[in-house]
């Protein structure tokens, strides 16, 4: 069993306990008049003195898994989805079980467990302590943008999900929450976030808790950007499911959403003792296993194939490494970046995947030393967590132009997805920035083409959501398989040599929620396997 990490600073945990103290304050007022007068603390802290404002926060911090201080971002995201989705790879197979396809069910099931407390649980609190409140207008709008997000999140990994019922154990006294269909769940999703986005008014409330837009010129505008692109990716899950409210929503939100990348949904970390405020990417890579995860001969052999000018960004070589060692020697050229193969380990009796053994010229024979890792651009404390941004909404419409011919021109909305998604790498800094030329560049040199537009538009997708693992899986799932990727076929892996496509249930819903568990399970064919599919990733 993977320890949880849920220290939450101080400050946010006492709000957040406040929060449920003054939820359990109003459920008490059910009891008879005068014994609640008896029992009157003068002290206490009911719902009016709880600032929501503050709660916001946690939730936006929530979504990148900064609570949870580790278990899911190292075990679930890295260990697992990243390697999935080839963005990664090792020769670890202990928590690196994702490029091997191994059934580690404890560390799949970590970002189920972690989210319902670190996630779920604050923002339906959040929700519920500004609903009909006047004063709490924008706010709660934003609380059921966020609420919407997590909840996405979380159902496209596993599927069907508590929902309705889930963070309602305050409230209606329901701890065993019932699984939902990720049918009615999206249609839900959809209407949320369509409503709540509308309902936002620029003459109401201007949350100061909110840490993607509260220092923009104009924090309402940006936030009805935020909510329509987070409505068209959302719309987009139903591609091949439900084409028909795809390209309803598609519609509704066209010149409606991020108009550049001064719109991106940026979350920034800083560098404190907080560990809440932490990129937990980079807390957990650096601190658990520096020396285990490398990025995938698959990322990084298309970027030097293209000249992709990420790519002396994102990768680098780093001589002489060991876990917390300062400072690193790196060598950030282009040709001197090498993938990591996904499916192998080092030495072993079987030559197949044992790395050494067919390591050629090309590839380093000194173990994982000569292998690319991600360079500290993207992995520091205080890097930036890219959780919605302008390029991607920019290839969703190429997409949708492109499958059925709305939204706008397919190569006009690829060009600007392609260079806003190289451009965006801004955000993590001076040594981050590749100029709108060197990107204009990269795009000429491949331009769009109509008869392959799909795998282009989703290869530039598969490279823009580097870092963003969760998001860049369910985008290859619901696109086709785009762009394709090789399956390995290690020994011993539980997907028959096959991508997963879903994440397992935690084994403890067995035990604590054994009959809603039982009947989540009933409806996946297949059982619960990575190999079973969520709904809207039919064949």
């Given at each position: 069993?993977?320890?949880?990490?849920k220290d939450?600073?101080?400050?946010?945990?006492?709000?957040?306990?406040?929060?449920?103290?003054?939820?359990?304050?109003?459920?008490a007022g059910?009891?008879?008049?005068?014994?609640?007068?008896?029992?009157?603390?003068?002290?206490?802290?009911?719902?009016?003195?709880?600032?929501?404002?503050l709660?916001?926060?946690?939730?936006?911090?929530?979504?990148?898994?900064?609570?949870?201080?580790?278990?899911?971002?190292?075990?679930?995201?890295?260990?697992?989805?990243?390697?999935?989705?080839?963005?990664?790879?090792?020769?670890?197979?202990?928590?690196?079980?994702g490029?091997?396809?191994?059934?580690?069910?404890?560390?799949?099931?970590?970002?189920?467990q972690?989210?319902?407390?670190?996630?779920?649980?604050?923002?339906?609190?959040?929700?519920?302590?500004?609903?009909?409140?006047?004063?709490?207008?924008?706010?709660?709008?934003?609380?059921?943008?966020?609420?919407?997000?997590?909840?996405?999140?979380?159902?496209?990994?596993?599927?069907?999900?508590?929902?309705?019922?889930?963070?309602?154990?305050?409230?209606?006294?329901?701890?065993?929450?019932?699984?939902d269909?990720?049918?009615?769940?999206?249609?839900?999703?959809?209407k949320?976030?369509?409503?709540?986005?509308?309902?936002?008014?620029e003459?109401?409330?201007?949350?100061?808790?909110?840490?993607?837009?509260?220092?923009?010129?104009?924090?309402?505008?940006?936030?009805?950007?935020?909510?329509?692109?987070?409505?068209?990716r959302?719309?987009?899950?139903?591609t091949?499911?439900?084409?028909?409210?795809?390209?309803k929503?598609?519609?509704?939100?066209?010149?409606?959403?991020?108009?550049?990348?001064n719109?991106n949904a940026?979350?920034?970390?800083?560098?404190?003792?907080?560990?809440?405020?932490?990129?937990?990417?980079?807390?957990?890579?650096?601190?658990?296993?520096?020396?285990?995860?490398?990025?995938?001969?698959?990322?990084?052999?298309?970027?030097?194939?293209?000249?992709?000018?990420r790519?002396?960004?994102?990768?680098?070589?780093?001589?002489?490494?060991?876990?917390?060692?300062?400072?690193?020697?790196?060598?950030?050229k282009?040709?001197?970046?090498?993938?990591?193969?996904?499916?192998?380990?080092?030495?072993?009796?079987?030559?197949?995947?044992?790395?050494?053994?067919?390591?050629?010229?090309?590839?380093?024979?000194?173990?994982?030393?000569?292998y690319?890792?991600?360079s500290?651009?993207?992995?520091?404390?205080?890097?930036?967590?890219l959780?919605?941004?302008?390029?991607?909404?920019?290839?969703?419409?190429?997409?949708?132009?492109?499958?059925?011919?709305?939204?706008?021109?397919?190569?006009?909305?690829?060009?600007?997805?392609?260079?806003?998604?190289?451009?965006?790498?801004s955000?993590?800094?001076?040594?981050?920035?590749?100029?709108?030329?060197?990107?204009?560049?990269?795009?000429?040199?491949?331009?769009?083409?109509?008869?392959?537009?799909l795998?282009?538009?989703?290869?530039?997708?598969w490279?823009?959501?580097?870092?963003?693992?969760?998001?860049?899986?369910?985008?290859?799932?619901r696109?086709?398989?785009?762009?394709?990727?090789?399956?390995t076929?290690?020994?011993?892996?539980?997907?028959?040599?096959?991508?997963?496509?879903?994440?397992?249930?935690?084994?403890?819903?067995?035990?604590?929620?054994?009959?809603?568990?039982?009947?989540?399970v009933?409806?996946?064919?297949?059982?619960?396997?990575?190999?079973?599919?969520?709904?809207?990733?039919?064949?």
């Amino acid at each position: 069993m993977y320890k949880h990490y849920k220290d939450i600073s101080m400050k946010f945990k006492t709000i957040y306990l406040f929060a449920s103290a003054a939820f359990i304050t109003i459920a008490a007022g059910s009891c008879k008049k005068e014994l609640t007068q008896a029992n009157t603390n003068p002290d206490q802290i009911t719902a009016s003195q709880v600032n929501p404002n503050l709660l916001l926060t946690t939730v936006q911090l929530a979504y990148t898994g900064a609570p949870t201080e580790g278990g899911s971002v190292w075990v679930t995201k890295w260990g697992g989805v990243a390697g999935f989705i080839q963005h990664v790879a090792s020769t670890n197979t202990g928590f690196y079980y994702g490029d091997k396809y191994l059934n580690n069910i404890f560390a799949m099931g970590e970002t189920f467990q972690d989210n319902y407390t670190s996630a779920v649980q604050p923002a339906v609190e959040l929700y519920q302590l500004t609903a009909n409140k006047a004063q709490y207008r924008n706010l709660h709008q934003m609380a059921r943008i966020m609420k919407a997000m997590i909840f996405e999140q979380l159902t496209d990994l596993y599927g069907d999900i508590p929902y309705f019922q889930a963070g309602l154990g305050y409230y209606d006294r329901i701890y065993t929450p019932v699984y939902d269909k990720q049918q009615v769940i999206y249609a839900d999703l959809l209407k949320e976030v369509s409503q709540a986005t509308d309902s936002l008014a620029e003459n109401a409330d201007k949350p100061t808790g909110d840490i993607l837009y509260s220092q923009t010129a104009d924090q309402i505008a940006e936030w009805k950007m935020f909510g329509n692109s987070l409505l068209l990716r959302m719309a987009m899950r139903l591609t091949k499911v439900d084409a028909t409210t795809a390209q309803k929503y598609v519609t509704q939100v066209i010149g409606k959403t991020m108009q550049s990348n001064n719109d991106n949904a940026i979350i920034q970390h800083v560098l404190s003792a907080n560990s809440l405020t932490s990129n937990q990417d980079a807390a957990q890579i650096f601190s658990q296993d520096s020396t285990d995860v490398r990025l995938s001969s698959t990322i990084v052999s298309n970027m030097k194939k293209n000249n992709d000018p990420r790519l002396p960004v994102v990768a680098w070589v780093a001589y002489g490494l060991k876990a917390g060692a300062f400072p690193r020697v790196a060598d950030t050229k282009p040709a001197d970046q090498i993938g990591l193969p996904p499916g192998y380990i080092i030495g072993g009796l079987n030559p197949a995947i044992n790395l050494d053994s067919v390591a050629k010229d090309s590839l380093p024979k000194q173990g994982l030393g000569g292998y690319s890792r991600i360079s500290d651009n993207l992995l520091s404390i205080s890097a930036p967590s890219l959780i919605l941004t302008y390029a991607e909404t920019e290839l969703l419409f190429a997409d949708a132009a492109q499958r059925w011919g709305i939204g706008g021109d397919a190569a006009a909305h690829y060009k600007a997805g392609v260079i806003a998604a190289i451009t965006q790498l801004s955000a993590y800094g001076p040594n981050a920035t590749i100029s709108t030329a060197a990107a204009t560049t990269y795009f000429n040199a491949q331009p769009y083409n109509p008869s392959t537009g799909l795998s282009q538009i989703n290869m530039q997708y598969w490279l823009c959501a580097l870092m963003d693992e969760y998001e860049s899986w369910a985008n290859w799932r619901r696109s086709g398989d785009l762009p394709h990727l090789t399956p390995t076929d290690y020994p011993g892996n539980v997907s028959n040599g096959t991508i997963p496509r879903r994440l397992t249930y935690p084994p403890s819903e067995k035990v604590t929620n054994l009959a809603n568990y039982n009947a989540a399970v009933a409806g996946l064919t297949g059982g619960d396997k990575i190999t079973s599919r969520v709904w809207w990733d039919t064949q």
